[in-house]
């Protein structure tokens, strides 16, 4: 259970979950670590951070009641002093909402609404999010006190949210009502539920990248996604996410692991491991963006100073540290990872690789990758439509394998996109 408490209440042996101030305000690279040595309880004090999160399932609770009791509001204060390393700018005050926003949506998902089954119910509380407005979906009741979905909830605007803690709820609902369907539509049944599981995996992956139990899960995934494209002869109706608006690099990464499995296979590669490696280097390749702060990660791109450009190019190389601590990982896995914001004329990061320095892998990624970029928004960017995105594609063959996204396109035909 997540649980906010004061930094002085912190011992040896609790797991921290985040920290309730801006990452720039705190002497720490990462917010999600187990604290090990008194040091680390010192620099939080020392830090000023009033409060912090911290996970009992994955360390220790608190002493007593008394040290997890909810701090008035205002004492969230600006802590004393900022990380020495860290840049002096500061939140200022009109950031406030952004930032509510940011720690919110750490602990949310996105749900596809195609997903939802009209006319059942779900145990779990849905939330509606439009722009950074985050609101409970007023739905109608059952006996038992469940939401029904119903034809409201199915239009609502904007996107579907559910608590990060209700992730199993939603698991268990999927696998009922995915099981309800027809046997005619039990395939394109069958991938909404491998991809909706595998956005819950790899959110859950990003939260804790240091766990071999979900990285091995994430494998499994990658096997189901590799199948059923084979068995359905290129078909990814429902294994991508279609009626996205934001970003959430979950998503992101489902999707370009299914683009880049299903183009893999277009292009005629049939080995196993080849594409298991495509696979899983793919939905692995932003693995890095872990170690970044929300902060930062959501920040409108305009805002960006150069240290957060910096901070978040190196996601690649931060993204290959942690992959490489697990066992078994191939070098061709890597290589989706290393690769993927490379493109033919050597003008991508972070090696500046040319023409065909880049490995195949690394030329379909550097098109799924950025393609599913282009039909996401970010705070500062809005969305294409897939036709311009891949418009923009093909204009710019100086950049982007053009046989590559010739299979691209109709792999994304089959699928009605
Ligand atoms: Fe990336």
Not at 57 to 64: A, P
Not at 322 to 345: F, R, S, W
Request: aromatic share 8%.
């Amino acid at each position: 259970m997540r649980k906010r408490i004061p930094a002085d209440a912190t011992r040896l042996g609790m797991y921290i979950d985040g920290f309730d101030t801006s990452w720039f305000k705190t002497p720490f690279l990462r917010h999600h670590f187990e604290i090990k040595s008194p040091d680390q309880i010192e620099k939080i004090v020392e830090s000023g951070v009033a409060y912090v999160y911290i996970d009992t399932d994955k360390g220790l609770d608190v002493v007593s009641d008394k040290e997890s009791k909810e701090p008035p509001a205002q004492v969230k204060k600006a802590p004393a002093t900022p990380a020495s390393d860290a840049p002096k700018k500061d939140v200022q005050p009109d950031d406030k909402a952004y930032t509510d926003y940011i720690l919110a949506m750490d602990d949310m998902l996105q749900v596809d609404k195609l997903s939802l089954i009209e006319a059942t119910s779900v145990g779990f509380e849905l939330f509606v999010k439009t722009g950074m407005d985050i609101v409970p979906l007023t739905a109608t009741r059952n006996k038992k006190g469940d939401s029904v979905i119903t034809r409201e909830v199915l239009n609502a605007p904007g996107e579907l949210l559910i608590s990060r803690s209700d992730a199993q709820k939603y698991r268990e609902y999927l696998t009922e009502a995915m099981n309800a369907v027809s046997a005619a539509q039990s395939q394109v049944s069958k991938n909404m539920l491998i991809k909706e599981n595998a956005k819950m995996l790899v959110h859950d992956l990003f939260n804790d990248p240091g766990s071999p139990a979900k990285m091995e899960a994430c494998k499994d995934t990658v096997e189901n996604v590799i199948s059923s494209i084979i068995d359905t002869k290129g078909l990814i109706t429902n294994l991508f996410t279609v009626n996205k608006h934001d970003y959430y690099v979950y998503t992101h990464s489902v999707n370009v692991s299914v683009f880049s499995v299903a183009t893999a296979i277009a292009l005629g590669i049939q080995a196993e491991g080849e594409l298991f490696a495509i696979g899983m280097g793919s939905l692995l390749h932003d693995i890095g963006m872990s170690t970044i702060p929300p902060e930062v990660l959501h920040k409108p791109l305009q805002r960006l100073t150069d240290f957060e450009v910096g901070l978040l190019r190196g996601h690649v190389y931060e993204g290959l540290d942690i992959v490489k601590l697990y066992k078994g990982i191939t070098p061709e896995t890597l290589l989706p990872l290393l690769e993927h914001h490379e493109n033919l004329m050597g003008t991508g990061y972070p090696v500046g690789l040319k023409g065909d320095k880049l490995h195949l892998s690394g030329r379909i990624i550097s098109v799924t990758n950025t393609y599913d970029q282009l039909t996401t928004s970010r705070p500062g960017f809005n969305a294409i439509s897939p036709f311009e995105a891949l418009t923009y594609l093909r204009d710019h063959k100086d950049l982007y394998d053009a046989d590559i996204l010739k299979e691209f396109i109709t792999v994304l035909g089959k699928s009605g996109q």
